[in-house]
């Protein structure tokens, strides 16, 4: 049994605390092979944001579902893009939590992707609530490796104010 009280979340806690169970078995299993140098660095031409772009469909979207792997595959090619470019917010987030999770030592640029999502999250004017939900569960599972319980709470506080101050569907209540 799980104690809520430990998150104050009930199954939304029970879910984010799976969530960093798994991706801190994969993070784990990926740093023991970390003997790998960083790709941006890497002599042989290697596309940094390929690289991190697959590590997050590998490492995390296939069990989280954020995104059809497919529709992301045909809204952004990582293959013509280098790191330094602007991109959209979700995009942000999925090169920093691939490069988080890929093994290999990007903590520099891992970072760099991440405040700049939060910095065009605060001035970009997003409608869709199922974008902002998503980017909101993104934002959240970058720090939970950090804080389980932090990150939890933050990501029921955001997803609460986002649902009460924008979201025009009913509130679904745990029974």
């Known amino acids: 049994m799980t104690n809520n009280h430990t998150t104050g979340l009930g199954s939304k806690g029970q879910w984010l605390h799976e969530v960093c169970r798994t991706i801190s078995l994969k993070h784990d299993q990926a740093s023991c092979h970390q003997t ?6 890497d ?8 690289v991190y772009f697959e590590q997050f469909l590998k490492k995390l979207n296939h069990f989280l579902f954020l995104f059809s792997e497919s529709e992301l595959r ?3 090619d990582p293959k013509v893009h280098t790191p330094d470019e602007d991109f959209p917010i979700h995009i942000y987030l999925v090169l920093a ?6 093994g290999f030592q990007a903590e520099k640029l891992c970072n760099q992707w991440y405040m700049k999502a939060r910095l065009r999250l605060l001035h ?9 939900m998503r980017l909101l569960t993104m934002l959240c599972i970058f720090k939970v490796s ?3 319980d932090y990150s939890s709470s933050s990501h029921f506080l955001g997803t609460n104010s986002y ?12 029974s």
């Open 36 to 41: 790998q140098s960083d790709p941006e660095v």
């Open 43 to 50: 002599s042989s031409g290697v596309n940094v944001v390929e």
């Open 74 to 76: 045909q809204s952004f």
């Open 97 to 102: 939590l691939g490069a988080k999770y890929s």
């Open 124 to 132: 970009d004017d997003l409608q869709d609530d199922l974008e902002m």
């Open 146 to 148: 950090d804080n389980v």
């Open 163 to 174: 649902e009460n101050s924008h979201c025009n569907t009913p509130r679904l209540t745990e």
